[in-house]
Nanobody
Framework: QVQLVESGGGSVQAGGSLTLSCVVARPTGNMEFIGWFRQAPGKEREEVAGAGYGTTYYADSVKGRFTISLDNAKNTVYLQMNNLQPDDTAMYYC????????????????????WGQGTQVTVSS
């Protein structure tokens, strides 16, 4: 059974930075395709970034500000978030997909089968 544990959330002022981590614990093998998603109060969960098999993808709202990276040796995924804005306030989740996702489907939540519990990010103005 795959388990994902996020950490690194917190409270920052607008313009600040945070780095989220997601440790992927799996009985065998390396990480597969990993996505970061977020859900703000009263809103639906939305995609943030995805990475795997040499590719990375970003939602338009975070392009140029967020960077996703993988450390396969540590089975850990990072989300570096710069120039945070109040609209970035949300619970952030990492998830793993057993498939090789591409530009047209990395953002589709139904392809992700294992999810973490989330880490809260709060950005004040």
């Amino acid at each position: 059974q795959v388990q994902l544990v996020e950490s690194g959330g917190g409270s920052v002022q607008a313009g600040g930075s945070l780095t989220l981590s997601c440790v992927v614990a799996r009985p065998t093998g390396n990480m597969e395709f990993i996505g970061w998603f977020r859900q703000a109060p009263g809103k639906e969960r939305e995609e943030v970034a995805g990475a795997g098999y040499g590719t990375t993808y970003y939602a338009d709202s975070v392009k140029g500000r967020f960077t996703i990276s993988l450390d396969n040796a540590k089975n850990t995924v990072y989300l570096q978030m710069n120039n945070l804005q109040p609209d970035d306030t949300a619970m952030y989740y990492c998830a793993e997909s057993p498939w090789v996702l591409g530009s047209t489907d990395w953002n589709l939540q139904r392809y992700y089968k294992s999810w973490g519990q989330g880490t809260q990010v709060t950005v004040s103005s």
